[in-house]
């Protein structure tokens, strides 16, 4: 399956992301979870910069909390709510807030 | 004649949240929803407990003594009556110190026949990929 | 153009939930795509008439009426609601209130179904 | 006897929080001891009057108005209140609305406190 | 300071616990921190339960959450939601709800 | 004369939970206080940000333009205004990578004079002790 996650949380309170192994995988940062695109914890980066899925995060929800879009990891690809409505029809069939 | 599955996965204990009981309400509402449909058409509901989730299916709750509401497990028993697909992932009731003995298998005092399905957690992402659509608790 | 079903179960005020679940409809329905919003437990929030609006708080009364002007479906789910002293008399104009068979019954023929539970 | 005042900032249904609040409150009295109860953000669910009693969620109205007969105080944050659609039209009967300030006035002569945060 | 701490959830979310180093503390296990006292997570208890702090868990949340509290860790004290108030009242000066 | 000192202990992350915000709006509240009180009583309010909680201080918050609510950025800097002590947990800054030069520091443009203290964890233990009650967020 083709399936977007979205993640919402600074703090995952679920270990269910990196047990999710579809054929194609997006993360999609949203909330909270755009930490996860930008702050260092111990000079490391978020482990969920690590996964193969295709990485995105909202822009609004950056600047929301202060990052600067221009700011971000490299492997994340900054997006709006629009796209990510076409990241939802075009790209994946299947969706998991976690 | 179509149907359409969803699969709920259900990752967090009780009573922190209602969601998990939300969850099974609104599966356990499967066997109502073709007031909404045409003919012959309908939705099936399988559900899932996984991670911190199957701490949900603890037996013996007393919710209801000491809080004055229903448990999260009378849910899941009506779920059972209602012959939902109940799935429980074996992997993490080892995790969390947990057998068959301590956790709901069935509603039979309710007149229920089906039991709880604990399965190793490549059961549950078949199911996962079996769905049209996945709603994650 | 396809069909989005958005189920909410989470708060209105301080949780973001609500408000990204009504910017994504908005965006979708910007695309051209129906929008199904349905909101469970503490989401049915958003069906309460008269919200005061405060600059401190989030306040999705008037995004709401702007996005059912241009088809936005909104169903509350009853009993989540009336367990929260919500009743039909307070219910903001145009949000309806079904039993959560609805919500199921919107998936059937929706293309993507985006869950908001997490809480 | 002392006095114990509790802040409950969570919400009523699902998360136990102002279940919680309501139970020590109650077993507080019973003790001799004069306890005040604030409640704010989503906390302010507490107030809001007819709510139904369902045996799935928590019904807090009657045990609540018990304990106001024995002497707890309880009230609610009207901003909070209002941002959520809950108006002195709709509010428990007994149950006091002030802004913040009434909590901070109700710590002074506190002998303890128990604030009831984390959401 | 005499400081008792309610902790209320399974999975934490925040670092607090540890860093609080008062002349005293009581740790209370409610609402879901009550799975502390008993779950045993890949066969070994909470590391809350290593703490030198004096630990109680509630009777009523327990029974709640169908654990027996009977089961407890040894080194927990169940306690009513009477017992709490003397606690509060008689152990403790300051409450941290985290 | 007596005085009531609480102390605020901001240990999350924002916009999850208005519990930030919340924490900055009530110990606000303590200018206002003085209708409750006899004379000369008072009830004052420290607020402090730990862990996670840090990421509140982050300058430049757009949440107005892109969620029309007020950001956590403008209650710190309310609360600056009112002069409240704000201390932020130098150890928690630097352990999620961030110096001054990224927080919210002062008020200025809007006429306060009091700025953020950034300190040693050590200082808000410090502070704790000193405080009667403490209401972590």
Redesign the interface.
């Known amino acids: 399956m083709k399936l977007a996650v979205f993640v919402s949380d600074y703090r995952m309170t679920v270990d269910t992301l990196e047990r999710l192994k579809p054929e194609k995988m997006g993360i999609i940062l949203v909330q909270n979870g755009v930490y996860h695109a930008s702050v260092k914890e111990n000079g490391n980066a978020s482990s969920i910069l690590d996964s193969s899925a295709d990485l995105y995060a909202l822009k609004e929800d950056l600047e929301t909390r202060g990052i600067d879009p221009a700011n971000v990891d490299s492997k994340v690809k900054v997006v709006t709510f629009g796209d990510v409505v076409d990241l939802m029809f075009n790209d994946y069939e299947k969706t998991a807030w976690l | 004649m ?1 149907t ?1 599955k ?1 699969g709920f ?1 259900v ?9 998990p ?3 099974l ?2 599966a ?6 073709e ?3 045409d003919d012959d ?1 309908e ?1 099936t ?1 399988d559900v899932a407990f ?3 989730g199957v ?1 949900n299916c ?14 999260t ?1 009378s ?1 899941v028993k009506m779920g059972l009556l209602c012959d939902l697909n109940i799935f429980i992932c074996r992997e993490d009731l080892e ?3 947990m057998s068959e003995s301590d956790i709901v298998l069935n509603a039979e005092e309710m007149g229920g026949d089906m039991d709880v399905k604990v399965v190793p ?1 490549e059961e549950i ?1 078949k199911m ?2 079996e ?7 | 153009m396809g069909k989005l079903t958005i189920g909410c179960f989470a708060s209105l005020v301080g949780s973001t939930n609500l408000d990204f679940a009504v910017k994504l409809a908005g965006a979708a329905l910007d695309k051209g795509h129906k929008v199904d919003l349905w909101v469970s437990g503490n989401g049915t929030m958003l069906s309460l008439q008269e919200q005061r609006a405060f600059k401190d708080y989030s306040y999705l009364e008037k995004p709401v009426k702007e996005l059912m002007e241009k088809g936005l479906n909104v169903t509350a789910c009853e009993a989540c609601a009336e367990a929260r002293g919500y009743h039909d008399s307070n219910t903001l104009e145009g949000v309806k209130r079904f039993s959560m068979d609805w919500y199921l019954g919107s998936t059937f023929d929706a293309d993507r179904v985006l869950h908001i539970g997490g809480e």
């Open positions: 179509a359409t969803l996965i990752q967090r204990p009780g009573y922190k949240s209602e969601n009981k939300l969850a309400t609104h356990i509402a499967s066997q109502s929803v007031i909404y449909l058409d939705v509901c996984v991670g911190e701490l603890i037996k013996d709750q007393k919710a209801l003594d000491n809080y004055q509401f229903n448990s497990e849910h995790k969390y110190g957690y992402t996962m990929e769905m049209k659509h996945l709603l994650f608790f």
